[in-house]
């Protein structure tokens, strides 16, 4: 993986092959932080989250890629996940993990690691536009990872 700044590495396949992806399969996004600030984070609340990342990608993504169920070849898989959801000072900090996979062969084409620092935060995580900001800003810099890569 290259640093791409101070919050996110990045990896993606030297041949372009997220470059040949005109549709992709959108997996259900895992919400693997359990915890936030000394208490447990409820399956509600990480089903609302999940729900939340998954509609900003397919919305970020499907007015030039659509959205499809089935593998073809030029379909990639997009798995992503958010790994950690901590509290630094009074700020939220969310991290995320996503990759895309090839639909017939599962090879990797593309990885990222990224955490975002959020303003002060007050109340539930969750419910902050502050969250919500930062994981519109995840699916944008995604649609602009696969953008990029149809321009090469």
């Given at each position: 993986?290259?640093?791409?700044?101070?919050?996110?590495?990045?990896?993606?396949?030297?041949?372009?092959?997220?470059?040949?992806?005109?549709?992709?399969?959108?997996?259900?996004?895992?919400?693997?932080?359990?915890?936030?600030?000394?208490?447990?984070?409820?399956?509600?609340?990480?089903?609302?989250?999940?729900?939340?990342?998954?509609?900003?990608?397919?919305?970020?993504?499907?007015?030039?890629?659509?959205?499809?169920?089935?593998?073809?070849?030029?379909?990639?898989?997009?798995?992503?996940?958010?790994t950690d959801a901590t509290?630094?000072?009074?700020?939220?900090?969310?991290?995320?993990?996503?990759?895309?996979?090839?639909?017939?062969?599962?090879?990797?084409?593309?990885?990222?690691?990224?955490?975002?620092?959020?303003?002060?935060?007050?109340?539930?995580?969750?419910?902050q536009q502050e969250a919500?900001?930062?994981?519109?800003?995840?699916?944008?810099?995604?649609?602009?990872?696969?953008?990029?890569?149809?321009?090469?």
């Open positions: 993986m290259e640093k791409v700044d101070e919050t996110t590495w990045r990896w993606i396949d030297p041949n372009n092959r997220l470059g040949s992806y005109n549709k992709f399969i959108l997996h259900p996004v895992k919400v693997q932080a359990e915890i936030y600030d000394g208490e447990k984070i409820s399956p509600e609340t990480r089903e609302r989250v999940s729900n939340y990342l998954h509609d900003a990608i397919e919305k970020a993504l499907s007015d030039r890629y659509p959205i499809v169920s089935a593998p073809s070849t030029d379909t990639g898989e997009i798995r992503v996940g958010i509290k630094t000072g009074r700020k939220l900090n969310l991290c995320v993990e996503g990759e895309i996979q090839d639909s017939y062969s599962a090879v990797q084409v593309a990885s990222v690691v990224a955490s975002r620092l959020g303003k002060a935060r007050m109340g539930s995580w969750w419910d919500k900001d930062m994981m519109d800003a995840w699916a944008k810099a995604l649609r602009q990872t696969i953008d990029k890569a149809h321009a090469r």
